[in-house]
């Protein structure tokens, strides 16, 4: 099997973590890098031991010894570079969202079909390993039947910057016409409807309440929120608390989160955190049943982990080995229900979804 030949676009924050995958695959190789910004796609490629780097994606799609790439830019270009990147004959993963648009997405859908090529939604918090080993205990009757979804996620201050708005970075988060949203809508907001459809499955009617906070002049984050949704045949319901605690310093030199999901059921409880801190001492896992608490995953929650298993779903999908876990299909309902949050806030009343 001769390995995978990747191009990376996009090389801010996030590609660092994707790259780690890469690094460490004997399958896999990153042999360019893309970024608009020319000082940074040389830095990484030298970083990441890319034989080639470029300034426009075009140029680099041309590039017949690229067989995949991972698209890692602002939210408004994903769509249009998937395309492209189908297109081309590539396979593609892509972060979050898969488009900004439903009727985007569709046509995401479309390239992925016509072109025969992979398409991975990347989405790292679904191969955290205490949440998988979760799902496991959930669906071997552990907790019973779930009857209640409860997410807190907290953004803090990362010792690294990132995610440091008063200093004027990611602002193209707070651009609607980039982002395609409010700036924590397709990270929190995404991440929430992501960990439900995997743990529980999907959702028909979700409310939001929401406030914003000033970060500065003309800068507003779309945090402290509420929201609660009703799972569909089902009487389990979800909710979600995003609280900013900017005097909260994390350890972490990534992206400043922690999120805490408890799933109660009607025999016990099971509770998993994820943290980019790598300090936090509590269990990853701890399930609670029967006068009995059992802890588990303290050897699996690295931050990090979870990005290299995502990479190496892409890669072995690429090989014909595994599926991908996230395909286009799950991406464009992700969407929708991510949207539909989105237009709850705004309304500030709750959005039903039809299903199928
Ligand atoms: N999976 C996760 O946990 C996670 C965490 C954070 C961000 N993300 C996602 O990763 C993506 C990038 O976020 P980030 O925090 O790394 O942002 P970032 O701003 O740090 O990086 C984006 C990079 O894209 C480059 N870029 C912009 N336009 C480009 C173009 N036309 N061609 C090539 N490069 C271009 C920018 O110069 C920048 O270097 C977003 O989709 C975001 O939602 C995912």
Redesign the pocket.
């Known amino acids: 099997m001769s390995r995978l030949n990747v191009g990376i ?7 660092g973590l994707h790259a780690k995958g890469y690094e460490e695959s004997p399958d896999a190789q990153i042999i360019a890098v ?4 020319e000082d ?1 796609a040389i830095r990484r490629s030298l970083d990441w031991g890319a034989r080639r780097y470029y300034k426009d ?1 075009a140029e680099m799609l041309k590039d017949p010894e690229i067989d995949a790439v991972e698209i ?4 408004a ?1 994903h769509a249009p570079i998937a395309i492209a990147a189908l297109n081309a004959g590539k396979h593609v993963s892509m ?2 969202p898969i488009a900004t648009t439903i009727a985007d997405a569709g046509e995401v859908l479309k390239a992925a079909e016509a072109s025969g090529k992979i398409l991975q939604a ?1 989405e ?1 918090s679904l191969f955290y390993k205490p949440l998988l080993d979760a799902r496991s205990l959930i669906d071997a009757g552990e907790i019973g039947t779930p009857t209640g979804l409860r997410i807190a996620a907290t953004i803090g201050q990362s010792i690294s910057g990132v995610w440091n708005w008063a200093e004027g970075q ?1 602002l ?1 988060r707070f651009d609607l016409d980039q982002a395609g949203g409010s700036p924590m809508l ?2 929190i907001g995404y991440q929430a409807f992501a960990i439900s459809l995997f743990l529980i499955g999907s959702v028909e009617k979700i409310d939001v309440l929401q406030r914003t906070t000033k970060l500065k002049e003309g800068l507003e984050l779309d945090a402290p929120s509420t929201a609660m949704w009703k799972h569909f045949q089902s009487d389990c319901l979800g909710s979600l608390s995003l609280s900013y605690a900017p005097d909260r310093k994390m350890r972490t030199v990534h ?1 400043p989160l922690e999120f805490r999901i408890t799933v109660g059921g009607t025999r016990g409880e099971i509770e998993i955190i994820r943290s980019s801190e790598p300090t936090q001492l509590d269990p990853p896992v701890v399930l609670r049943r029967d006068g009995r608490r059992v802890v588990y995953g303290q050897k699996t929650s690295a931050f990090e982990d979870s990005f290299v298993r995502a990479t190496q779903n892409f890669i072995n999908a690429c090989h014909g080995k595994e599926e991908p876990l996230l395909r286009g299909a799950e991406a464009r309902q992700l969407l929708i229900l991510t949207l539909a949050y989105y237009e709850s806030a705004k309304r500030g009343r709750s959005v039903s979804l039809q299903q199928g």
């Open positions: 676009i996009g090389a801010g924050h996030t590609a893309c970024d608009i910004d940074l994606v890692i830019t602002p939210h270009l972060e979050r990347y790292p990611d193209w397709f990270d992206h």
